[in-house]
């Protein structure tokens, strides 16, 4: 399986603290993303990064991309309460059409 | 606005019972999936389709059946042959082949179906 695995599972923080996940996935990618999901809703995309691309931003959120280690990382600065929510990277490898996902990091920011 | 929308937003299946989840976007996107998230686990691909009148499987296929009649619309059938239905589905779009230059997919806000 070509699938992500994000790390860690679960992850519990301050309000204003920052959050690092750390996603590794097995075969080259053509790019990798990563989505938000509340809880009992549907995903929303947040970043992508291409594999020529080493670091990516969108206002509190950094992207890595590690190629040779086959890992990215989300960075989420001054973490607020309404961040609570599971962390998911998907990779689009070259040669296929569909996106695999991990199994997420589920975060808590607390107040 | 434009979205994705599924419907109904909880199902019960009774034993032996085939259920149809639908799927509506009206974002003008060439492909649709369709995936299964069960407690604590990522999103597994159950089929997929990139134009109309075509599908194919993803990687938990069996028990599971699709049609693409039409651009906007996705219905997943949940048939008696999957022995295991329990769990949250959902559906998503993108706008193009994700060959070209990657592209994001917008999700709708899912099923849940559950074992009567």
């Known amino acids: 399986s070509q699938q992500g695995e994000e790390d860690p599972q679960a992850l519990s923080i301050q309000e204003g603290e920052n959050a690092t996940m750390n996603c590794s996935y097995k075969?080259?990618?053509?790019?990798l993303q990563w989505y938000r999901q509340n809880s009992g809703r549907g995903l929303v995309h947040l970043i992508l990064?291409?594999?020529?691309?080493r670091e990516k931003h969108s206002g509190r959120l950094r992207v890595t991309l590690d190629t040779s280690k086959k890992s990215s990382s989300l960075l989420i600065t001054a973490s607020r309460a309404a961040d609570t929510a599971s962390y998911f990277c998907?990779?689009?490898?070259?040669?296929?059409?569909?996106?695999?996902f991990g199994k997420g990091t589920m975060l808590l920011v607390s107040p | 606005d434009g979205g994705i929308t599924q419907s109904p937003k909880y199902l019960f299946r009774k034993e032996g019972q085939n259920v149809t989840l639908s799927c509506e976007q009206n974002?003008?996107?060439?492909?649709m999936y369709w995936y299964r998230q069960d407690p604590g686990q990522g999103l597994r691909l159950i089929y997929y389709?990139?134009?109309?009148?075509?599908?194919q499987k993803g990687d938990i296929a069996e028990g599971y059946s699709v049609s693409r009649e039409k651009k906007e619309s996705f219905p997943l059938t949940v048939t008696s042959a999957q022995k295991n239905p329990t769990a949250f589905y959902l559906c998503?779009?993108?706008?193009?082949?994700?060959?070209?230059?990657?592209?994001?997919?917008?999700f709708g806000d899912g099923t849940r179906l559950s074992i009567l």
């Open positions: 998907a990779t689009d490898a070259y040669g296929y059409s569909t996106l695999t």
């Open positions: 075969t080259s990618i053509n790019n």
């Open positions: 990064i291409r594999s020529n691309e």
């Open positions: 974002l003008n996107h060439d492909a």
């Open positions: 389709s990139q134009i109309v009148n075509d599908f």
């Open positions: 998503a779009s993108v706008s193009g082949p994700l060959t070209i230059g990657g592209q994001p997919q917008h």
